[in-house]
T-cell receptor
Framework: EDQVTQSPEALRLQEGESSSLNCSYT??????LFWYRQDPGKGPEFLFT???AGEEKEKERLKATLTKKESFLHITAPKPEDSATYLC???????????FGTGTQLKVEL | NAGVMQNPRHLVRRRGQEARLRCSPM?????VYWYRQLPEEGLKFMVY????????ESGMPKERFSAEFPKEGPSILRIQQVVRGDSAAYFC???????????FGPGTRLTVL
């Protein structure tokens, strides 16, 4: 069964303290690995799509990378407004359904 | 550029009533997906539709739940005879084609009393 596991479950950082979130996947035939940000009471907001091992994408303070077994979301010098739950999801095989991890709840403090 | 729209944003029903959740995809998107997020759980896929067709309903409960995406109008997720366990946030997403990025709406929060 396709599985997506995120760690840590929760992470507390000081403003400016860089860190990484992990997403490991056990799937066959990965077609895409997606990162979303979700604020309380809102829908997931798209961040990145990665398609092949070695690929990297950046947006402001965030950088996503992909290997054959896991993906990382690096957060450089985070600010309080980066506080949110970060979700990763896999898309496999011939289907169109995303399999989500349970997320990492990030809190950035002043 | 309007995003995915869902209504209502909040819905309260008593046990045994019906719930209808509506989703209008982004302009130019013909693929619609429904996901459910139970308290303290991750997002779970329910159903994938294209105009007038259900493509994959492998995540839909076998009873009481149905979905449609008519030629005209929004996609509808219908839950008959709701029970307390149906209380959750229901999210709709849309994409322009297969394997494309899915963009999510703000969700409908269903509370069953």
């Amino acid at each position: 069964e396709d599985q997506v596991t995120q760690s840590p479950e929760a992470l507390r950082l000081q403003e400016g303290e860089s860190s990484s979130l992990n997403c490991s996947y056990t799937v066959s035939g990965l077609r895409g690995l997606f990162w979303y940000r979700q604020d309380p009471g809102k829908g997931p907001e798209f961040l990145f799509t990665l398609y092949s091992a070695g690929e990297e994408k950046e947006k402001e303070r965030l950088k996503a990378t992909l290997t054959k077994k896991e993906s990382f979301l690096h957060i450089t010098a985070p600010k309080p407004e980066d506080s949110a739950t970060y979700l990763c999801a896999s898309l496999v095989g011939g289907g169109n359904k995303l399999t989500f991890g349970t997320g990492t709840q990030l809190k950035v403090e002043l | 550029n309007a995003g995915v729209m869902q209504n209502p944003r909040h819905l309260v029903r008593r046990r045994g009533q019906e719930a209808r959740l509506r989703c209008s995809p982004m302009k130019g998107h013909s693929h619609v997906y429904w996901y459910r997020q139970l308290p303290e759980e991750g997002l779970k896929f329910m159903v994938y539709l294209q105009k007038e067709n259900i493509i994959d309903e492998s995540g839909m409960p076998k009873e009481r739940f149905s979905a449609e995406f008519p030629k005209e109008g929004p996609s509808i997720l219908r839950i008959q005879q709701v029970v307390r366990g149906d209380s959750a946030a229901y999210f709709c997403a849309s994409s322009p084609g297969t394997a494309d990025t899915q963009y999510f709406g703000p969700g409908t929060r269903l509370t069953v009393l």
